[in-house]
């Protein structure tokens, strides 16, 4: 993929990079995945100047799962390619892009725990509706009971998780008619990775101008029913064995066996890391040996 240029909506045709201020080491590749180096505040002014256009707009994450169900799923690799701005939602990640692509800090990792403080801020600020859509029946009430009492002046909706999702069912046409009433400015879509991005990407073209974002199990943690990991342990980059701890028999497969699918491409990394290195040195060199200063 061309730095800087990425396909929009769908069409094929070319596009200028969301922050027109944006460095080129913001935006790393690596483990077959494309993301960005970006922090909360970078990612509410990217989401303010697309509402303000109308333009349509997803706020995708990568982390080791994604990068797995990427490679044996056609469809959840066209959904990353479809978006917009894509956040690092992986501490072990950004270490990993430290090391290969040397742009990337702590600070960049980017989920909705990470940033739900400034998000709704932000929000009651702006004035955005917000639609959720996901988790189990009564969860996302209950989640929103938390948002309200917490946020006051919060502008929510929402709809459980639980529904037939294909485009043409019932449940589906239903639902897009009570988003389409609501007429949000963020739509929130909790359904579990790759259940929430197919659902964007099948729907994406009914979906009104909003910033979509796929948020996973945020409403659980809003409603109580899922305990967060502390984010001093997220920082660690530990969060993983947190998680793995608290639902093994779930979370086994995730984290001690779909990463071992990742190594040739980790190997892939590690190799484009040497010979840019290489590169640089050899320029180095080249410019240190050039003719010295002429005799008088």
Known sequence: MTQGRRQTEGQGAARAPYRLSRRPEER???LGGVMDLVKAEEIFHFVKGRL??????????HNLHSLYLMRRDARLAQFFRLAHLTEVDSIPLIFWTRLTAGSSRRFHRCTYLDWREAFWAEAIQQGWRVFFVGGAPGVAEQGAQAIRARWPGAQLAVRHGFFDPA???AESHDLMAAIDGFQPHILL??????????????HYDRLPPCAI???????DYEA?????????IGQLGLEWLYRLVSDPRRLFSRYCIEPAFLIPLAVADLRRALGRRRTGLKGAKAAG????PASG
């Open 189 to 202: 879509v909790g359904m579990g990775m790759p259940r929430q991005e197919l659902w964007i990407l099948d």
């Open 224 to 232: 109580g029913v899922q305990a967060a990991c502390p984010r001093w």
């Open 28 to 30: 790393v590749e690596a």
């Open 167 to 169: 485009p043409g069912s």
């Open 213 to 219: 974002f796929p948020v996973g199990a945020a409403f």
């Open 52 to 61: 303000a256009a109308g333009e349509k707009t997803i706020v995708a994450n």
């Open 289 to 292: 040996s050039g003719p010295g």
